[in-house]
């Protein structure tokens, strides 16, 4: 085996032009599928960690139906304590859970006593919410992440709108589920930077002053956030807690919650299936830059060696051995272009990183964007490029070793 | 014994709607260890039939069998095996593989072919290339050395192997006449050493004389055959 490695990797430096030509081909492909994969996959982390660090948590649970009439932040589709309680007695028992954080989600008026304007309300526990969304202290432009009793966590939007700052009182106006509208004076406690998309006019009070001002006989929660250990086990998380969640059913028989991942809760997810798609459509070019390249490159090769390939048959060699030889040869020509475009990714990547490229997401701006190459994404594209090498010269390698001798010494 | 028996051996090509035959009705037989000749003027069907015997091509009809084995049975896998094992060729371009050193070419059918022992290669391959005399050029490419000594490294290259048979076509056509004798004398050699029998399509009247049996093709048919007198067979 090894002598026919010896012999492919001759016969491939034989023409050092037309390979190095191809191999600089498949080397463009491989970086544009790296360069891309690593860009795209920072940015994506960059936001995909924004909005569940920093707003909505990894996974919320809610009772059955409230996802769909979220918008209207409906007052009787909250959790009663029953229910929270076995939801939190499973959540205590998955490891993989690092927090969670019960929140009262309710819409509202502010008014500053002159102007008001409507806003959305959590009422958080901001100890458990802190762990829960790590990043949102960090969304606190001015004051206090503390958010004690009457205080208020005002969007960044509102308060521009309505001249709000640190310590001044405004007045939040709800209605509760039985519709009795009910009003209590906070202070501005401090202003929290509005988050991209719908989630731009949330503000913060505690969950205490949250029952209060909807005047809550006994506790209500209307959602769940978690928070889960290690990021890439969310799919994992997410279909082991659907799973015990679904046991628990109504006396109609239907189940009681339902579980969803940020991907359902947040509109970016659609641009991350987008950025995944595109990256479909980038490896598919890589496929096909590879497949023609060495599939035109080999089959030239067979057409240049007729002779070569007569005289081998003749004397003696086996169909197969003449296949592996083409096989080998198109191989080596695709590792050599991986591992060329890797190399060349590597440098390409660490150029981006040194340029510190920002951008912007929603009111945000100076995104550093950090990509980096995996090693899985190295090892996946190499062989890749390695097996569509293989197959490419597949055909060309078939029609060498069905070369009849005769006809093949025969050629010029 | 008899190593190639040939019973009404024709080949006919087919250039589209028209045939041309090439061989028509040959019937001979070689016996192990003699040195043959097939002469005739060019179109005569020399070559035709060495591609016979050499099973790289099949009769149309007739039967031909070569080492006791009748070569029509034989598949391109089993005719592969069988030339690696049995026959040798030497071309008359000499068809050396250019991306390998002389050495490695006299080596290429004991490695790729029979996958003989490292220790027992490089003895054959040094022995044989010693033969030629082309030990001082082993490390050399084909397109370093000259047009007879490409020769003599396919020579070394189809008697490595240690063929029954060995086909040669014009084997000296390029060869200086002493090249051309020394070469012969070699072969001679080895026929007498391994009994190998070797059979040559030729002009070169070098060759005729030294044929044991010469058959004479005209037309593709078999015109005549005669042995030698004062060449002795093996």
Same mark, same amino acid.
């Given at each position: 085996m090894?002598?026919?490695?010896k @012999?492919a990797?001759?016969?491939?430096?034989?023409y050092k032009?037309?390979t190095?030509l191809?191999?600089?081909l498949?080397?463009?492909?491989?970086?544009?599928?790296?360069?891309?994969v690593a860009t795209?996959?920072?940015?994506?982390t960059?936001?995909?960690?924004?909005?569940t660090?920093?707003?909505?948590?990894?996974?919320?649970?809610?009772k059955k139906?409230?996802?769909?009439? @979220?918008e209207?932040?409906?007052?009787?589709?909250?959790?009663?304590?029953?229910?929270?309680?076995?939801i939190e007695s499973?959540l205590k028992?998955m490891?993989?859970i690092?927090a969670y954080s019960l929140?009262i989600?309710l819409?509202?008026m502010i008014s500053?006593f002159?102007?008001t304007t409507?806003?959305r309300?959590y009422g958080?526990d901001?100890v458990r919410?802190?762990k829960?969304?790590p990043?949102l202290?960090?969304?606190?432009?001015s004051?206090t992440?503390?958010l004690?009793?009457?205080?208020i966590?005002?969007?960044?939007?509102?308060?521009?709108g309505?001249?709000?700052?640190?310590?001044?009182?405004?007045?939040?106006?709800?209605?509760?589920?039985d519709?009795s509208?009910n009003?209590?004076?906070?202070t501005?406690? !401090? @202003?929290?930077?509005?988050?991209?998309?719908p989630?731009?006019?949330?503000?913060y009070i505690?969950?205490a002053?949250?029952?209060e001002?909807l005047?809550m006989?006994e506790p209500?929660?209307?959602?769940?956030?978690v928070h889960?250990k290690?990021?890439d086990?969310?799919q994992?998380?997410n279909?082991?807690?659907?799973?015990q969640?679904?046991?628990?059913?109504?006396?109609k028989g239907?189940p009681?919650?339902?579980?969803?991942?940020?991907?359902?809760?947040?509109p970016f997810?659609n641009?991350?299936?987008?950025i995944?798609?595109?990256?479909?459509f980038?490896?598919?070019?890589l496929i096909?830059i590879?497949l023609i390249?060495?599939?035109d490159?080999m089959?030239?090769?067979?057409?240049e060696?007729t002779r070569?390939?007569?005289t081998?048959?003749?004397?003696?060699?086996?169909?197969?051995?003449i296949v592996?030889?083409f096989?080998i040869?198109g191989?080596l020509?695709?590792?050599?272009g991986a591992?060329?475009?890797?190399?060349?990714?590597f440098?390409?990547v660490?150029?981006?990183?040194a340029s510190?490229?920002?951008?912007?997401? !929603?009111m945000k701006?100076?995104?550093?964007?950090?990509?980096?190459?995996?090693m899985g994404?190295?090892f996946?594209?190499?062989a890749?490029?390695?097996?569509?090498s293989?197959l490419?010269s597949l055909q060309?390698?078939?029609?060498?070793s069905?070369?009849?001798?005769i006809?093949a010494?025969?050629?010029? | 014994?008899?190593?190639?028996?040939a019973e009404n051996?024709s080949?006919?090509y087919?250039?589209?709607?028209v045939s041309?035959?090439a061989?028509n009705?040959v019937s001979?037989a070689?016996?192990?260890?003699?040195i043959?000749?097939?002469?005739? /003027?060019?179109g005569?069907?020399?070559?035709?039939?060495?591609n016979l015997i050499g099973?790289?091509?099949r009769?149309?009809?007739?039967?031909?069998?070569?080492a006791?084995t009748?070569?029509a049975k034989?598949?391109r896998k089993g005719?592969a095996?069988?030339?690696?094992?049995t026959?040798g060729?030497?071309?008359?371009? =000499?068809?050396?593989v250019?991306i390998?050193?002389?050495?490695?070419?006299v080596?290429?059918p004991?490695?790729m072919?029979r996958a003989?022992p490292a220790?027992e290669r490089?003895? %054959?391959?040094?022995?044989l290339?010693?033969?030629?005399?082309?030990l001082?050029?082993? *490390?050399?490419f084909?397109?370093q050395?000259?047009?007879?000594?490409?020769?003599?490294a396919?020579i070394?290259?189809a008697l490595?192997?240690?063929?029954k048979?060995v086909l040669?076509?014009?084997p000296?056509a390029?060869?200086?006449?002493?090249t051309?004798?020394?070469?012969?004398? %070699?072969l001679?050699?080895?026929?007498? *050493?391994h009994?190998?029998?070797f059979? =040559?399509?030729?002009?070169d /009247?070098k060759?005729?004389?030294?044929a044991?049996?010469?058959?004479?093709?005209?037309?593709g048919a078999?015109?005549g055959?005669r042995?030698?007198?004062?060449?002795?067979h093996?």
């Amino acid at each position: 085996m090894l002598n026919i490695f010896k @012999i492919a990797l001759r016969n491939l430096f034989r023409y050092k032009r037309r390979t190095i030509l191809v191999g600089l081909l498949i080397a463009l492909g491989v970086v544009a599928v790296q360069v891309f994969v690593a860009t795209s996959g920072s940015y994506k982390t960059l936001i995909v960690s924004q909005i569940t660090d920093a707003m909505l948590g990894h996974i919320q649970i809610h009772k059955k139906g409230y996802l769909v009439s @979220i918008e209207n932040v409906p007052m009787n589709l909250n959790l009663n304590q029953h229910g929270v309680d076995k939801i939190e007695s499973i959540l205590k028992a998955m490891p993989e859970i690092e927090a969670y954080s019960l929140r009262i989600r309710l819409g509202g008026m502010i008014s500053n006593f002159t102007e008001t304007t409507n806003l959305r309300l959590y009422g958080i526990d901001p100890v458990r919410e802190f762990k829960t969304v790590p990043l949102l202290p960090k969304r606190i432009m001015s004051g206090t992440a503390e958010l004690k009793p009457g205080q208020i966590l005002v969007p960044q939007i509102l308060a521009r709108g309505l001249s709000l700052k640190v310590g001044d009182p405004v007045v939040i106006i709800a209605t509760n589920k039985d519709g009795s509208v009910n009003g209590k004076q906070f202070t501005v406690g !401090g @202003i929290v930077e509005s988050a991209p998309g719908p989630g731009g006019r949330d503000g913060y009070i505690g969950i205490a002053d949250a029952a209060e001002i909807l005047r809550m006989d006994e506790p209500e929660i209307s959602e769940i956030a978690v928070h889960v250990k290690h990021f890439d086990q969310l799919q994992t998380v997410n279909t082991a807690l659907t799973k015990q969640l679904s046991k628990e059913v109504n006396n109609k028989g239907k189940p009681m919650f339902e579980v969803h991942t940020w991907e359902k809760l947040a509109p970016f997810a659609n641009i991350a299936k987008m950025i995944d798609l595109l990256t479909v459509f980038i490896k598919i070019m890589l496929i096909a830059i590879v497949l023609i390249s060495v599939l035109d490159v080999m089959m030239m090769s067979v057409y240049e060696r007729t002779r070569e390939i007569g005289t081998l048959a003749a004397i003696g060699t086996l169909p197969g051995k003449i296949v592996a030889m083409f096989v080998i040869e198109g191989g080596l020509l695709g590792l050599f272009g991986a591992i060329a475009g890797n190399v060349l990714s590597f440098a390409g990547v660490l150029a981006i990183r040194a340029s510190h490229y920002t951008f912007s997401f !929603g009111m945000k701006e100076g995104f550093v964007l950090d990509p980096s190459m995996r090693m899985g994404d190295v090892f996946f594209v190499s062989a890749v490029v390695l097996l569509v090498s293989i197959l490419g010269s597949l055909q060309p390698a078939l029609k060498a070793s069905r070369l009849e001798p005769i006809k093949a010494l025969r050629s010029v | 014994m008899q190593i190639v028996v040939a019973e009404n051996l024709s080949k006919t090509y087919q250039s589209g709607s028209v045939s041309v035959p090439a061989l028509n009705n040959v019937s001979f037989a070689i016996t192990s260890g003699s040195i043959v000749s097939f002469i005739g /003027p060019s179109g005569s069907g020399k070559t035709t039939l060495l591609n016979l015997i050499g099973c790289l091509d099949r009769a149309t009809s007739g039967r031909l069998e070569i080492a006791g084995t009748d070569t029509a049975k034989l598949d391109r896998k089993g005719g592969a095996r069988f030339r690696g094992n049995t026959i040798g060729f030497i071309f008359q371009d =000499f068809n050396m593989v250019p991306i390998l050193t002389v050495y490695e070419n006299v080596e290429y059918p004991l490695l790729m072919v029979r996958a003989a022992p490292a220790a027992e290669r490089k003895k %054959l391959v040094l022995e044989l290339l010693d033969a030629v005399g082309m030990l001082d050029q082993k *490390d050399k490419f084909p397109d370093q050395i000259s047009g007879g000594q490409k020769q003599r490294a396919a020579i070394a290259r189809a008697l490595v192997t240690r063929p029954k048979i060995v086909l040669a076509d014009e084997p000296t056509a390029n060869l200086d006449h002493t090249t051309a004798h020394k070469v012969l004398s %070699l072969l001679k050699k080895i026929r007498d *050493d391994h009994g190998t029998t070797f059979i =040559f399509s030729t002009h070169d /009247p070098k060759i005729v004389d030294e044929a044991e049996v010469i058959y004479t093709l005209e037309d593709g048919a078999l015109a005549g055959s005669r042995e030698q007198k004062g060449v002795e067979h093996a």
